[in-house]
C-alpha cells in the first residue's frame, strides 16, 4: 500500500461552521504534512509532525487546529475560517531510511478541495 | 535556504525527450535537488533526486552540472499524460526525521500531439 488518502475529496462549509480534514497512510511512515494550495499556485507548506509530535508550524493561523492522533491519521480541525482559505489542503508523509537522511520521499493524497462560503 | 528558478512554462512534443532546466546557485554541499510533477486534481508525484552524479529512473533522468548550480530533468520520451506542473526543489536541511520540502513556481509542461 503506497497511497496516502484523504477524506472528504470536496467539502463546502460556511464561516461559523466547524468541520475536519481526516489523512490516512498505512506505509509505516512517522512524519505527515499538511499543504495549503490556492489555484495556480505552488503548494505552501503549513504543518509537520514527525513520531506524531508537532514539529513545524509555518505561522499557520489558528483557526486551524492539527492533530495526529496516531502515527497512521492526521486531522485538520477547521473553525471559522474565511472565504480566503478556500484551497486545496493536501497531506503528505514520509519516512527517514536509517543512513539516508536526506533521501525522503514525500507522498501525497489527491487533496481535499475546501469551499468557504 | 538554496532557491531555484525555473521557466514558467514549456511546450514539447509527443514522443520527444523535454529537457527542464533548473538553476539553483546557491545550494550548499550537502543539500539534494528533488523533482516532482504535479498533474492537474493531484497531489505531487515524486519523480527522481540527486547529490551530485546523474541519475536515472524509470521516470526520468536527472542532470546536475558539475558545480551543482544547475540541473536539468530529461522526460526521454514524453506521453500527454506527462502535461503537469514539474517542480524542482533544494532540500533543506534540517534534522528530526521530516523533510521540509518548500516548492517553487514550477515549470508548467504542456506535451502536444
Known amino acids: 500500500d503506497t497511497e496516502v488518502t484523504q477524506t472528504p475529496k470536496h467539502l463546502v462549509m460556511g464561516m461559523t461552521n466547524k468541520k475536519s480534514l481526516k489523512c490516512e497512510q498505512h506505509?509505516?511512515?512517522?512524519?505527515m504534512y499538511w499543504y495549503k494550495q490556492k489555484a495556480k499556485k505552488p503548494p505552501e507548506l503549513m504543518f509537520v509532525?514527525?513520531?506524531?509530535?508537532?514539529?513545524i508550524n509555518e505561522s499557520v493561523p489558528s483557526r486551524f487546529s492539527p492533530e495526529c492522533p496516531n502515527s497512521s491519521l492526521l486531522n485538520l480541525h477547521l473553525h471559522a475560517l474565511q472565504p480566503e482559505d478556500s484551497a486545496l489542503y493536501l497531506c503528505?508523509?514520509?519516512?527517514?531510511?536509517?543512513?539516508?537522511?536526506?533521501?525522503?520521499?514525500?507522498?501525497f493524497g489527491s487533496g481535499t478541495q475546501l469551499s468557504v462560503l | 535556504d538554496a532557491k531555484t528558478t525555473q521557466p514558467t512554462s514549456m511546450d514539447c512534443a509527443e514522443g520527444r525527450a523535454a529537457n527542464l532546466p533548473c538553476n539553483h546557485s546557491?545550494?550548499?554541499?550537502?543539500?539534494?535537488v528533488y523533482w516532482y510533477r504535479q498533474i492537474h486534481s493531484q497531489g505531487p508525484q515524486y519523480i527522481i533526486h540527486?547529490?551530485?552524479n546523474n541519475e536515472t529512473n524509470e521516470m526520468a533522468s536527472l542532470i546536475i552540472t558539475e558545480d551543482r548550480k544547475s540541473s536539468t530533468l530529461i522526460l526521454p520520451h514524453a506521453t500527454l499524460r506527462d502535461t503537469a506542473v514539474y517542480y524542482c526543489?533544494?532540500?533543506?536541511?534540517?534534522?528530526?526525521?521530516?523533510?521540509?520540502?518548500?516548492f517553487g513556481a514550477g515549470t508548467r509542461l504542456a506535451v502536444h500531439p
Open positions: 503528505a508523509s514520509s519516512r527517514k531510511r536509517t543512513g539516508e537522511v536526506d533521501r525522503e520521499k514525500l507522498f
Open positions: 506505509m509505516g511512515h512517522r512524519a
Open positions: 509532525y514527525s513520531y506524531e509530535k508537532l514539529s
Open positions: 546557491t545550494i550548499s554541499g550537502n543539500e539534494y
Open positions: 540527486g547529490l551530485k
Open positions: 526543489i533544494v532540500r533543506v536541511a534540517v534534522s528530526g526525521g521530516y523533510n521540509k520540502l518548500i
